[in-house]
DNA sequence: TAGGATATCCGTATTTTTCCCGAATTAAGA
DNA sequence: TCTTAATTCGGGAAAAATACGGATATCCTA
């Protein structure tokens, strides 16, 4: 019996999913969570499952962040990623964060079936979609190779990103990351490149797409 | 037998109110459609339900907008709205688009019963927590009341936003708009106070959450 | 019809953002 | 060790965004 965890702030949505896995052989939702951080307290007093099903776009702690806690302190945990949007960025940042599969929150039900069976025989689930785009990365000399080797964020990326998602002047962003202004400016600029925009509007709508940033 | 129509693009979620729907008494899920323009289309060549669950973040035509045809076209369908943030803005909104209800996604199985059950039998159904931002609103003076007569955002405004959430610098944006750049500067400032935001970043923000534009 | 509030359009001034150059330091590789 | 990148920071200028205010037209009202 394979057993499951879901992470969704969505109380429906995850109902759903839960009545769906649990109609499938051989899978039982053993639990649900709203976010990163029941999940965690959550893992802490109760046996470890074998599956989490992971909201990218979550308030408390979202999925980028859970799956990076995952990775270090539950690494045998396959984690399958629930998207809402879809984007290059996202999809070399959860490879690099160990997931083992991303679905689409647009999928159907018999794609969950099929991500959830594949990724328990065969250790990982990727749709035809998600590894079309990997391999047009990869053959995309100018941009793909150099972002799939650059692209990822840093932490001081992130924290950036989620402060320029503000009125906040870059000023004031600098004084919060206790850094020089110009330094500040060479993340932006940095930023630009990485993620092919060329304003902070821009950046800020990468990041939402993303689950960078919650609303 | 009351005939209700989904409309949302997340298919798994879509199945699961179906399937919620489906268990109560008296309620039949008669159509599923993915965006305002799938809802149209069905529309004319079906007969009329008498409920409509309708998505306010999609890609394809919006609830926003799809609430605004069916004011127009069919305005004896009740419309109920699922919304995935919530803002005061939102909330204007929708009651000027002649929602009958609006529900969050994050609501549970029971609220979803509670909402379709009222909205039939009373005709509208608010939660508790919408009736309190409303009563909030009025009380409040300064902006609050302010707000409820004036914070409605006109085609113009709208146009604006979904334009200024991207790469365009205002001057192309005053071109698409067929505006002078100055008068395009106007709605703009017109919208900070509105929104109570003071940068472009804190528009694009508001847009986004209130589903003006899709990402 | 005069007065007042309001919306629209547009100009000027200031601040912020963006860009381009480059220098000093550090890290990484051959 | 020498070269090559990458990081941090600075000056300065051009462009864009924002703040402020003025002119005109409109509409409501006393």
Request: charged share 25%; with cysteine; hydrophobic share 40%.
């Amino acid at each position: 019996m394979i057993r499951i965890i879901l992470v969704d702030d969505h109380v429906m949505l995850r109902n759903a999913l839960a009545a769906r896995i649990n109609e499938f052989e051989n899978f039982k939702v053993v639990d649900q969570c709203s976010n990163g951080k029941e999940l965690i307290l959550t893992l802490e007093t109760n046996p470890e499952p074998d599956v989490v099903l992971l909201d990218l776009n979550m308030k408390e702690m979202n999925g980028m962040e859970t799956a990076q806690w995952l990775k270090k302190n539950r690494p045998s945990i396959k984690v399958l990623m629930l998207t809402m949007y879809d984007s290059e960025l996202t999809l070399i940042q959860l490879l690099q964060l160990g997931v083992k599969g991303i679905l689409h929150k647009s999928a159907s039900p018999s794609d969950l079936r099929a991500a959830i069976n594949t990724i328990t025989t065969e250790g990982q689930y990727f749709s035809n979609h998600t590894t079309t785009k990997l391999v047009n990365m990869v053959n995309n000399k100018e941009a793909g190779t150099k972002r799939l080797q650059k692209s990822l964020l840093n932490d001081e990326e992130v924290f950036f990103l989620q402060l320029a998602c503000s009125d906040m002047t870059y000023k004031e962003v600098a004084q919060r990351m206790k850094l020089n202004p110009r330094t500040v400016d060479s993340i932006r600029d940095q930023l630009f490149i990485k993620l092919d925009v060329k304003s902070r509007v821009g950046l800020a709508m990468v990041a939402i797409r993303n689950g960078i940033v919650s609303l």
